[in-house]
């Protein structure tokens, strides 16, 4: 034991330091501090791992069962060794049994029925320990393959561009990357295995019952054999249906779910918890009819492939009896033979499940195959550079948008904004300002025109350092699930407490995080509902001035915040924005007169673009918007 007591402090540990100085440790009391100790030193050791992540390096090969497992074939083919010795193990009693019954009842053979009896044991004894093996080892594989399916389908997700984003339901996004990933796990663990071995076992028993008996082995297997397969293939077609249709709704039940909680304030305001309630109805009851369908599928054949073996059972009683009568056959080599029977329909029994079992994982697979195949629309090019660090000039040149072909939202923008210089966008709703933000940080390309940092086109460097040095901040600050601590310093995990204090004074929040209770490390919780607006803006600017971007692009709060939050968001902003070039969507006209230049957007298009001074002398829309505001100021 390394760590063990006594490894520090002279003969003390720092708990049991405490503990003497009247200090308790998270709340251990005294007497308990050596326990506590033992389970830290037995504690094991967690590394950071190491992430390969690359957006513009990856598999790219459609997703198949065939392709994820080729790595893994060395063990899958372990796994069905032990399995395969499990299944001998627990086949060779029905041959046991009929020399016990030929030989040794039949020669009254006392010791080659006590041999046979000893077999038999050792041999359930030797399947018990391939069981344990298998179980062990089938379980860690299907865990494995598990860990990378996640890895895989996350890492797809955090590459996807944000377009993805909006045409994908989150809940349907997270049913692939939780129920459909779920239902692979049997399939991996023990399925595919047991698939080969349970195949093995019916060719295996096959053999024996030729070699038994050749007359009846071939009524057996020429009964049985052309109903299951003929009945397997219709069952196969109907579960594939069946299955299919699970997995959509399983996706509909987990997408209104999502939708529900994050909506529910609204829901409730709007009074539609009644609407609310017959519509996940609905959407349940579909899922589980989809079930019931899948269900009564395998009921209906399941039983239809149980009742063809006790048949076959029955007439090779009827049949094999007539033969022991005539002598050309002995009792235990129907025995064997009955129980060998028993034996064949079981594996197929087992296939059929397990084929079930596979029709559920393909459904998974096939919708996992149609998620991993979609390529991110904003590429990294080959050959991207890393950007150095800018002084912060953008221009957009001749710039046109859609978000989908047949609409363009910008026609044609051009605009420049000088290092350190402060450029507010204002326009009407839906007149394309948010989207020149999304522009400027890559989260899409232009269709046609250039837009470039320091006069470099932002499609030659590369993701990660063009967005290191801009900074973002949304018009609905997004907080995460932690502390104020970790949310102010997101965009730069490694500042020190100092850094994130002064972040704090420069943005005024100070004074607010002093009075939570915990300060810094006052916890978060879902996305900080328990703070007030402005103070979310706030610790979004917080984030921001820690980050330190050369370039800032900042969309207003449009919620109405009281006259003491908008002063300190002001004085928050300068702040923030003291010598860095900044694109600010600008809601109030407040905002956009302490901008050094403002363009007015409309449609898609710059209609006016200059100083305040320079746009009200103009008398165009700018100058309008600005009588409205100042007429409505002179009112109140
Ligand atoms: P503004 O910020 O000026 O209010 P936006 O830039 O958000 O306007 O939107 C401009 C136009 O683009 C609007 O007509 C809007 O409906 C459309 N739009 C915005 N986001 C998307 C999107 N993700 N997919 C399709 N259309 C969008």
């Known amino acids: 034991m390394m760590f063990g007591p006594g490894a520090f402090g002279g003969g003390q540990t720092s708990v049991q330091q405490n503990a003497a100085a009247g200090l308790p440790y998270a709340n251990v009391p005294g007497h308990l501090s050596d326990l506590v100790d033992d389970i830290l030193a037995s504690e094991p050791d967690h590394p950071t791992p190491m992430v390969e992540y690359s957006p513009a390096h990856y598999d790219r090969r459609p997703f198949g069962l065939r392709t994820f497992l080729r790595p893994h074939a060395g063990r899958l083919t372990i796994a069905t060794l032990v399995v395969a010795v499990e299944a001998a193990l627990l086949n060779v009693g029905p041959l046991l049994v009929r020399v016990g019954i030929d030989e040794g009842i039949g020669n009254r053979d006392t010791s080659i029925l006590v041999r046979s009896a000893l077999f038999y044991l050792g041999a359930v004894a030797l399947a018990a320990i391939a069981s344990l093996a298998r179980i062990s080892y089938t379980g860690r594989l299907g865990e494995r393959l598990m860990y990378e399916l996640r890895i895989r389908v996350f890492s797809h997700f955090?590459?996807?561009?944000?377009?993805?984003?909006?045409?994908?339901?989150a809940g349907v996004l997270m049913t692939r990357m939780t129920s459909d990933i779920e239902a692979l796990t049997q399939l991996f663990q023990e399925g595919l295995v047991q698939f080969a071995v349970q195949g093995l076992t019916v060719v295996a028993i096959t053999v024996f019952l030729f070699s038994l008996n050749s007359t009846l082995a071939l009524i057996t297997i020429g009964l049985a054999a052309p109903v299951t397969i003929a009945s397997g293939l219709i069952f196969r077609k109907i579960s594939a249906?069946?299955?299919?249709?699970?997995?959509?709704?399983?996706?509909?039940?987990?997408s209104d779910l999502s939708e529900s909680l994050a909506g529910?304030?609204?829901?409730?305001?709007?009074?539609?918890?009644?609407?609310?309630?017959?519509?996940?109805?609905?959407?349940?009851?579909?899922?589980?009819?989809?079930?019931?369908?899948?269900?009564?599928?395998?009921?209906?054949?399941?039983?239809?492939?149980?009742?063809?073996?006790?048949?076959?059972?029955?007439?090779?009683?009827?049949?094999?009896?007539?033969?022991?009568?005539?002598?050309?056959?002995?009792?235990?080599?129907?025995?064997?033979?009955?129980?060998?029977?028993?034996?064949?329909?079981?594996?197929?029994?087992?296939?059929?499940?397990?084929?079930?079992?596979?029709?559920?994982?393909?459904?998974?697979?096939?919708?996992?195959?149609?998620?991993?195949?979609?390529?991110?629309?904003?590429?990294?090019?080959?050959?991207?550079?890393?950007?150095?660090?800018?002084?912060?000039?953008?221009?957009?040149?001749?710039?046109?948008?859609?978000?989908d072909d047949d609409t363009e939202v910008l026609h044609g923008i051009n605009l420049e904004v000088e290092p350190g210089e402060v450029l507010s966008i204002v326009g009407p709703t839906g007149a394309g300002k948010s989207t020149v933000a999304k522009l400027v940080t890559r989260f899409y390309d232009p269709t046609d025109g250039t837009i470039s940092i320091d006069g470099t086109d932002?499609?030659?460097?590369?993701?990660?350092?063009?967005?290191?040095?801009?900074?973002?901040?949304?018009?609905?600050?997004?907080?995460?699930?932690?502390?104020?601590?970790?949310?102010?310093?997101?965009?730069?995990?490694?500042?020190?407490?100092?850094?994130?204090?002064?972040?704090?004074?420069?943005?005024?929040?100070?004074?607010?995080?002093?009075?939570?209770?915990?300060?810094?490390?006052?916890?978060?919780?879902?996305?900080?509902?328990?703070?007030?607006?402005?103070?979310?803006?706030?610790?979004?600017?917080?984030?921001?001035?820690?980050?330190?971007?050369?370039?800032?692009?900042?969309?207003?709060?449009?919620?109405?915040?009281?006259?003491?939050?908008?002063?300190?968001?002001?004085?928050?902003?300068?702040?923030?924005?003291?010598?860095?070039?900044?694109?600010?969507?600008?809601?109030?006209?407040?905002t956009a007169m302490r901008a050094d230049r403002i363009a007015v957007i409309d449609e898609g298009n710059v209609l006016e673009i200059g100083t305040h001074e320079e746009l009200v002398a103009l008398g165009g829309q700018y100058a309008e918007m600005h009588e409205t505001w100042s007429s409505h100021v002179d009112v109140s």
Not at 158 to 169: A, D, G, I, P
Not at 344 to 362: E, K, M, V, W
Not at 494 to 502: C, F, K, N, Q, T
Not at 533 to 550: I, W
């Open 158 to 169: 955090q590459r996807q561009s944000l377009s993805f984003f909006t045409s994908e339901k």
């Open 241 to 254: 249906i069946g299955y299919g249709r699970v997995r959509n709704a399983i996706a509909d039940v987990l």
């Open 264 to 403: 529910i304030r609204i829901i409730a305001a709007n009074n539609r918890r009644v609407q609310n309630l017959v519509h996940h109805r609905n959407v349940i009851g579909r899922h589980r009819d989809a079930n019931l369908f899948a269900t009564r599928a395998q009921a209906v054949f399941g039983s239809f492939s149980e009742a063809v073996s006790v048949a076959v059972q029955a007439l090779l009683l009827l049949w094999g009896g007539r033969m022991v009568q005539r002598g050309e056959l002995t009792v235990g080599e129907l025995t064997a033979f009955l129980l060998f029977l028993n034996r064949f329909f079981a594996p197929i029994q087992t296939l059929i499940q397990l084929f079930n079992q596979y029709q559920s994982g393909s459904a998974a697979i096939e919708k996992l195959r149609h998620l991993l195949q979609f390529e991110p629309q904003v590429v990294e090019a080959p050959t991207a550079t890393v950007l150095p660090p800018i002084d912060g000039a953008i221009s957009f040149v001749d710039v046109r948008f859609g978000y």
């Open 458 to 590: 932002l499609r030659d460097v590369t993701l990660h350092s063009l967005r290191s040095q801009l900074g973002v901040v949304p018009q609905e600050a997004f907080l995460f699930n932690g502390t104020i601590r970790d949310n102010v310093a997101f965009g730069r995990p490694d500042a020190s407490d100092e850094d994130i204090w002064h972040a704090c004074v420069a943005v005024g929040i100070d004074d607010i995080v002093e009075k939570l209770p915990g300060g810094l490390d006052a916890p978060i919780h879902e996305r900080g509902s328990s703070l007030s607006a402005g103070e979310r803006q706030l610790l979004a600017l917080a984030r921001a001035f820690l980050a330190r971007p050369r370039v800032l692009i900042l969309d207003e709060a449009t919620s109405n915040l009281d006259l003491l939050s908008e002063t300190k968001i002001e004085r928050a902003l300068d702040a923030v924005l003291e010598g860095r070039s900044a694109i600010i969507i600008a809601h109030r006209l407040a």
